[in-house]
């Protein structure tokens, strides 16, 4: 079977990250992302050129997790599909594209964090929030027999 492949896109959150709802009331996450570009030179080095800075939209899950867990500075890695767009508002004409992200997160070569491992529930809630308390203490002598 083939590796089924998506765009994707690596920058920084370059605004702070707008979470909204479509008309039919999905989540939608609006933010710029910065993208920096660079030319090797013939001595291996490299020269930083101008940054662009593109419009990323993710919608439902994606959306309230990315409003959730980003910040304008942070690093991102997106999976997705660019869509070209043009509309007509008072007579001129406007044309743009824009990311649509279906997978938002953190760059791992880019950004420091812990990675939370507890286990999780069918449902996607913390399962140990939902599970018997356990003992921490050690037992007395008297409960082992001393």
Known sequence: ????????????V?????LSQTERGDARLYL??????YRKE?????????????DLIAYRGA????????????????????REYSYERNG???????????RIGHDLARTRYEVDRTERSASGRDSAAFA???QTAAPS??????
């Not at 001595?43 to 593109?54: A, I, S, V, W």
């Open 32 to 37: 710029k992302v910065g993208i920096e570009h």
């Open 14 to 18: 370059a605004s702070d990250p707008q």
């Open 63 to 82: 959306a309230e997790q990315g409003a959730e867990r980003l910040a304008k500075g942070d690093n991102i890695i997106a999976d997705g599909r660019v």
């Open 1 to 12: 079977m083939a590796i089924r492949t998506h765009q994707s896109i690596s920058g920084f």
């Open 42 to 54: 013939p001595d291996n080095t490299f020269t930083q050129l101008e940054t662009t800075f593109h």
């Open 92 to 102: 001129q004409r406007y044309e743009g594209e824009e990311f649509i992200a279906t």
């Open 141 to 146: 002598a008297t409960a082992i027999g001393m």
């Open 132 to 134: 018997a308390p356990q």
